[in-house]
C-alpha cells in the first residue's frame, strides 16, 4: 500500500541524494585514472532514479509483517511455477530479472572500471544479497536464493545489452563483443516458451 504523505516523500528524496552522493563521490575517486564527461553524470542520475526505484520496489513500500521468512531450495519457484502452470509466479520471476537489467546497463556506463563483466556481476549479485538480508531482517519480505538467482540474471542481461550497444557503436567490432548476445537470446527463448504458450 503506498502512502503519498510527507514522511514517504522525504524518505524516497533521501534516498536519491544518498545513492547520488554515493556515485559521485565513487566518481571522485576514480576520477584520476578515468576522464569524467557531462554524459557521466547523466548516467550518474538516471542510476540514482533507477536506485530510488529499486528501493522502493523492494524495502520502501513495504511493510514489516514481524516474521523472519526464507525458502532456501534453489529453483523452487520455477518448479512450483511450471508444475501448477502458475502464471502468476512466472510474472514475479520475470519482474525479478527485468528489476536489475538497469543495475547492469547502467554501472558501465558511469564507471570504466566496471567493463570488466566479471565486476558488475559480482556487484549486482552483492546488491541482491544485500536487499534480500534487509528484507529478512526487517520481516519485510522473503528471503530466497531465487530471487538472488533471477536479479543476478537481470545483471548478466543488463551488462549483455551494454556490450552489445558498445558493438554497434564502435567502428571496430569484434567476435568476443557479439558473444554478448548469447545470454540474452537464451533468457529471451526461455522466455518465449514459458510465456508464449
Known sequence: MLNYGNQIDIRYGIT????????ISIRAVLRKQEKVSGKDYVFVFLFAIY???????????????????????LFWSYRLAHVQKNQMLWT?????IILFVPFGFLLPCIYQTTHRWWIVILLGCVVSIGIEV?????????FEYDDIFNNTL????????????????????????LLWLIPSAAVLLAGWCFFGK
Do not use: P
Not at 514475479?92 to 525479478?96: D, P, Q, S
Not at 537481470?154 to 563483443?177: D, F, H, P
Open 51 to 73: 536506485g530510488t526505484a529499486m528501493a522502493h520496489f523492494t524495502l520502501l513500500n513495504r511493510v514489516s509483517t514481524g516474521l523472519q521468512t526464507y525458502e532456501l531450495d
Open 134 to 142: 534487509a528484507q529478512l531482517i526487517g520481516c519485510l519480505g522473503l
Open 16 to 23: 536519491f541524494v544518498i545513492i547520488f552522493i554515493m556515485l
Open 154 to 177: 537481470g545483471t548478466i542481461l543488463g551488462y549483455s545489452a551494454y556490450r552489445v550497444m558498445e558493438c554497434l557503436l564502435q567502428k571496430k567490432k569484434t567476435k568476443w563483443n
Open 92 to 96: 514475479e520471476i520475470f519482474n525479478n
